[in-house]
C-alpha cells in the first residue's frame, strides 16, 4: 500500500523559514516523480513544485520560486520542502503526492496517491 | 496569469447524472493539456479520480467518466450517488508548470 505522511509543519512567524518532510513507503521511491500541493483554508489547491526521479529537474508555481525548495533523499525515500522568507499568504495544508507518472502513448497521471497534509501557519 | 475555471457549485438530485466543467483562459483544452480530476471530502485530502482526459484509475467507480467537451475538459456523474457529495478539482498542464481549476461543489439534494 503506497503511503506518504507528511511532517513538519507548524506555527512560524513571518519572513522564518521551515522545511517539510514526507515520508513514503508502499512503492519503489526513486522511480517516481514527486510533488507538494498545498491549500490554504477554506480554499482550492494549488500546486507548488514537483521533482524528478533523480533530483535533476525541478519545476515551481512562478509566484514561489526563490522562497520555496523541493528536494529529495532517495537512500531515505524522502522528499522535502524548505520554505523561506513565509508571508501570511503561505498559510495552508500542505500536501506531498506522487507523480507525474508517464502511463504511456500521449499520457500522464497527477497525483495519484496523497499524504494527509501537514498544516504551515504564518502569524505573529 | 494562467487561470483554470470551473462551475463553482452544481446541485443534482440522487440518480441523476452531471458534468462538470474545465476551462482554460487560454484557449481550448485539449488531450495535451492531460486534464486530471480530483475529488475532495471536508477533511480528507484529495483523491485521484481521472487522469489524461479520460482514464480511470483502478479505484474510480464507473459511474465517473472524463471527455473533452466544447473546447473544455468534463467531468461526468451518471447514477449520482449521496457519496458523491465533495468537491471537485480539475489539473491542466502548461508545459511544466501545473494549474487547478477553482474547484466545483457538488450537492447531492
Known amino acids: 500500500e503506497v503511503q506518504l505522511v507528511e511532517s513538519g509543519g507548524g506555527l512560524v512567524q513571518p519572513g522564518g523559514s521551515l522545511r517539510l518532510s514526507c515520508a513514503a513507503s508502499?512503492?519503489?521511491?526513486?522511480?517516481?516523480?514527486m510533488s507538494w500541493v498545498r491549500q490554504a483554508p477554506g480554499k482550492g489547491l494549488e500546486w507548488v513544485a514537483n521533482i524528478k526521479q533523480d533530483g535533476s529537474q525541478k519545476d515551481y508555481v512562478d509566484s514561489l520560486k526563490g522562497r520555496f525548495t523541493i528536494s529529495r533523499d532517495n537512500a531515505k525515500n524522502s522528499l522535502y520542502l524548505q520554505m523561506n522568507s513565509l508571508i501570511a499568504g503561505d498559510t495552508a495544508v500542505y500536501y506531498c503526492?506522487?507523480?507525474?507518472?508517464?502511463?504511456?502513448?500521449?499520457?500522464?497521471?497527477?497525483?495519484?496517491?496523497w499524504g494527509q497534509g501537514t498544516l504551515v501557519t504564518v502569524s505573529s | 496569469q494562467t487561470v483554470v475555471t470551473q462551475e463553482p457549485s452544481l446541485t443534482v438530485s440522487p440518480g441523476g447524472t452531471v458534468t462538470l466543467t474545465c476551462a482554460s483562459s487560454?484557449?481550448?483544452?485539449?488531450?495535451?493539456?492531460?486534464p486530471n480530476w480530483f475529488q475532495q471530502k471536508p477533511g480528507q485530502a484529495p483523491r485521484a479520480l481521472i487522469y489524461s482526459t479520460n482514464n480511470k484509475h483502478s479505484w474510480t467507480p464507473a459511474r465517473f467518466s472524463g471527455s473533452l467537451l466544447g473546447g473544455k475538459a468534463a467531468l461526468t456523474l451518471s447514477g449520482v450517488q449521496p457519496e458523491d457529495e465533495a468537491e471537485y478539482y480539475c489539473l491542466l498542464y502548461y508545459g511544466g508548470a501545473l494549474v487547478f481549476g477553482g474547484g466545483t461543489k457538488l450537492t447531492v439534494l
Open positions: 508502499g512503492f519503489t521511491f526513486s522511480t517516481y516523480w
Open positions: 487560454t484557449g481550448a483544452v485539449t488531450s495535451g493539456y492531460y
Open positions: 503526492a506522487r507523480g507525474p507518472a508517464y502511463c504511456g502513448g500521449d499520457c500522464y497521471s497527477y497525483f495519484d496517491s
